[in-house]
């Protein structure tokens, strides 16, 4: 799913093509993907875009006329800008916003269909999509030690719940917690002092430098490869690899389809935290520590 350093850089990029310009007309390939009746989509016909938001996980293009177009990604949702007209792709199109000098196509490579357009008036229904998380890169420390106590989760879990923080899912959940060092597991309200300010730093600090690297790499053009897993991440998706810290083998805990990747070494203190499916296969051979699986797969 794209997070908040991608959606940022989409948002930037839209807002350079098209405020100011008229949108056309919308195209519409798939019935599932609009989620509103009234308005109704053809009020956006003719309007010229004044703004471009990003709400979490979710981009909103602002018309003239309090008129707001709602674009959620979900999971395999992606856009991209192409020559005034483009065709929308058979396979995985679902919708064609046009402008006088181009075409921003939404595609979505999943047979799910997860995401979603909505057409919204005002401020106050585009205020229906504000989940109310803390924005990471301007939350204080007293913030982030707030949002974690209000509930009680793991940490994984909290960072990314968008009623407690803004924008982070799976992937920068992994990114931040290995910067600071945390254990995923751990329980919301029982880090100390020390923990929430290195990961109030460590949230500045991966989604500051993944923005501004995704910034560089699009330049004036479009984002085209907007994916979870980049070969510079340090655990997301790298099980198996080495740390970049410590060089240890980076290990994960698989729940239903969801992933998350950690060092034992650096975030906890060597113990090795239970994956669902392995617990069940090995049971009361699970290994507790890096040196206790070397030996399992050496036997």
């Known amino acids: 799913m794209p997070e908040l350093p991608d959606v940022a850089v989409y948002r930037e990029r839209l807002e350079a093509l098209t405020v100011g310009r008229p949108l056309d007309a919308v ?4 019935p599932f993907l609009l989620r509103t009746a009234v308005p109704p989509l053809s009020e956006a016909h003719g309007r010229v875009v004044v703004g471009v938001r990003r709400i979490g996980k979710r981009l909103a293009l602002g018309l003239d006329g309090d008129l707001w177009l709602v674009i959620h990604l979900m999971v395999a949702g992606r856009l991209r800008w192409r020559k005034r007209g483009a065709g929308i792709p058979g396979r995985d199109g679902l919708a064609a916003f046009d402008f ?44 982030v030690r707030a949002a974690l106590t209000s509930e009680r989760h793991t940490l994984k879990r909290s960072l990314t719940d968008p009623t407690l923080f803004d924008g982070i899912g799976g992937a920068y959940g992994d990114e931040i917690l290995h910067a600071a060092r945390l254990s995923p597991v751990q329980w919301s309200d029982r880090v100390d002092d020390a923990g929430v300010a290195r990961l109030h730093a460590a ?40 740390c970049p810290v410590c060089g240890d083998p980076v290990q994960r805990i698989v729940y239903a389809d969801r992933e998350t990747n950690y060092c034992a070494t650096c975030q906890t203190d060597g113990v090795l935290l239970r994956d669902r499916a392995l617990s069940q296969l090995l049971k009361g051979d699970w290994p507790k520590t890096l040196e206790e699986l070397d030996e399992l797969k050496r036997r």
């Open 27 to 30: 195209r519409l390939r798939s």
């Open 100 to 143: 006088a000098d181009g075409t921003l196509l939404f595609t979505e490579a999943s047979k799910k269909k997860r995401a979603s357009l909505h057409v919204v008036a005002g401020e106050a229904g585009l205020a229906d999509f504000d989940r109310g998380g803390l924005d990471p890169l301007t939350a204080s420390v007293a913030d």
């Open 203 to 242: 949230m500045r600090e991966v989604l500051t430098t993944w923005t501004a690297r995704f910034r560089a790499e699009v330049g004036d053009g479009f984002p085209e490869v907007v994916t979870a897993f980049r070969p510079e991440m340090a655990v997301h998706g790298k099980f198996g690899q080495p």
